[in-house]
């Protein structure tokens, strides 16, 4: 089955600093890839995703990159703001359903 | 609406108590999802509706029961549940094969935030 390596664990920073969470998948079958982000106490969140046959995606201070010969994609943030301290999770998926396999998650902490 | 929903948002329950889980969602959606997630740990799949009927339970065990009554709803009947089961559970739903092709996003609900004493 498919396997999803998220790095780091924790990550910290100042405020207006860039982060960048990477994740990478096992199984080339996979083409879609989601991240999400889960506030505490709260639900997951989809904030971005990309598919198989796109590079790079953007939403204003977010984007998500992927590279499927190494099998990884990763999630960068910049000009961070404390609410954007959250856990982060990258997820892949294949096929018509949609049954995700999840990263272990970051922590993301926003020092202001 | 482009929501999914879940009752309760918290629930306290004794080992020999029984309880249900409510999730409802009208986006039409034909698979629908349990979830178990531990404080910062991903969500733990348990179980999937596809069509109303089950089609992946993750071996989970039988004190967690659950039921699809119709397309928009989901139960999760507990019984007899042991503190470790204490987590957020989560339901989720999203589009299904045969449905919207290449529309894979998944909807999680708020969640039940269960403790068992």
Known sequence: GENVEQHPSTLSVQEGDSAVIKCTYSDSASNY???????LGKRPQLIIDIRSNVGEKKDQRIAVTLNKTAKHFSLHITETQPEDSAVYFCAASKGGSYIPTFGRGTSL???P | DTEV???PKHLVMGMTNKKSLKCEQ????????WYKQKAKKPPELMFVYSYEKLSINESVPSRFSPECPNSSLLNL???ALQPED???YLCASSQERGQLAGVNEQFFGPGTRLTVL
């Open chain 1, 109 to 111: 902490i926003v020092h």
């Open chain 2, 77 to 79: 009947h507990l019984h």
């Open chain 2, 86 to 88: 204490s987590a957020l």
């Open chain 1, 33 to 39: 890839f989601p991240w999400y982000k889960q506030e």
């Open chain 2, 5 to 7: 929903t879940q009752t």
């Open chain 2, 26 to 33: 009208h986006m039409g959606h034909r698979a629908m999802y």
